[in-house]
């Protein structure tokens, strides 16, 4: 009798249960499915401010209303680097690396969604998704051309156009703003912040947060300076020098160090949140533990799999 009581009462919960969970989480998929329409920088090549392949840059708003109606949240979107002719122009045919391959609807979640349970904090803002076609964290400015192939390193000139074509939407009366962005698109906010809060009235407030863009200077396993060289000849290519924090580059042997969050962080005067996970997997996959500095494959079930890494492995990485 108890037995089959207790199974009479799970059977009740169980059942009745069953339609509302998926009712419930039915309703919260179709909220979180914000899409927002893509807007196309007007007058952005006559700035010169265009994508990998001469396409415009692009960027999606979605409006605030009532009491976040004068706060601007911006997100950079990342999608990593790239670092010489070949690699950019195999990008340049790509959604990394010209708006004409990119989704005209993005959908907007987390941070930048419109739901009040999911982003509390920004649900009411006018949220901003600023697409990544230049692959320099919108910092270049430089051209390639041979002749047959041309290439545009424009992302600093993206950056300019994008703020300058929301300025008169509204961004010009912000009371608080929030520039932030992931990986490529985190780094970018460390190279941004302080323009932005010299673009902006002094009576706005401007804030930064780097979700997973604290790339570290440091040496892979094996010794070499992967990223190192990595990103000096990114700075090469794409003309990003010149937009370096002057004070950082003055300060180091070589300035493009300052592409480094850890160089460039003294020098940023804006506040700012930086969010970093332990185990972040670029900077483990692609810096720290490149393919070219594991040749045999030790660290290969590490990488796939965290519970998988040896105690040497982990102490390697904790340190
Ligand atoms: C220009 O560069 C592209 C890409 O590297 C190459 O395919 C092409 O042959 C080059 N043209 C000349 C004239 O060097």
């Known amino acids: 009798m108890r037995n089959s009581s207790f199974f009479a009462i799970l059977l009740v919960i169980l059942v009745g249960l069953g339609p ?11 909220e979180m499915r914000l899409s927002v329409a893509m807007t196309i920088v007007p007058h952005a090549g006559s700035l010169g401010a265009v994508c990998l392949d001469g396409s415009p840059p692009a960027y999606h708003l979605h409006r605030g209303f009532g009491a976040g109606a004068r706060n601007w949240l911006l997100q950079f979107e ?23 391959y990119m989704n005209k609807l993005e959908v907007f979640s987390g941070i930048l969604s419109n739901n009040p349970s999911m982003n509390p904090d920004f649900y009411d803002w006018n949220r901003v998704k600023l ?36 300025l008169p939407k509204g961004l010009s009366q912000a009371q608080k703003v929030l520039l932030s962005g992931c990986s490529a698109g985190g780094l970018a906010t460390f190279l941004h912040c302080d323009d932005l809060a010299r673009l902006l009235p ?36 794409q003309g990003v020098q010149k937009y370096l924090n002057r004070n950082c580059a003055g300060s180091l042997d070589y300035p493009y160090q300052c592409f480094f969050p850890q160089h ?43 519970a998988a890494c040896t105690a040497n492995q982990i102490a390697i990485l904790q340190e």
Not at 20 to 30: A, F, N, P
Request: aromatic share 14%; with cysteine; proline share 3%.
């Open 131 to 166: 697409r990544y076609c230049d692959g320099a964290s919108f910092a270049g400015d430089s051209v390639y051309h041979n002749g047959t192939t041309v290439l545009y390193f424009r992302g600093q000139r993206i950056w300019d156009a994008i703020i300058l074509d929301l």
């Open 264 to 306: 460039a962080l003294t020098y940023i005067r804006s506040p700012y949140f930086i969010l970093n996970s332990a185990y972040d997997v670029y900077q483990f996959h692609h810096i720290f533990v490149p393919p070219s500095a594991d040749p045999y494959g030790h660290w290969n079930r590490c990488k796939s799999n965290p």
């Open 20 to 30: 509302w969970r998926s009712i419930h989480s039915l309703e919260s998929k179709q």
């Open 202 to 237: 002094k009576a706005t407030t401007v804030k930064c947060m780097s979700d997973a863009g604290f790339f570290l200077d440091v040496k892979d396993i094996s010794g070499k300076n992967t990223i190192r060289s990595f990103f000096s000849s990114l700075v090469t290519l």
């Open 78 to 100: 990342g999608g990593g680097w790239c670092d010489d002719v070949s690699s950019c122009l195999e990008r340049s045919r790509t959604r990394r690396g010209s708006t004409r």
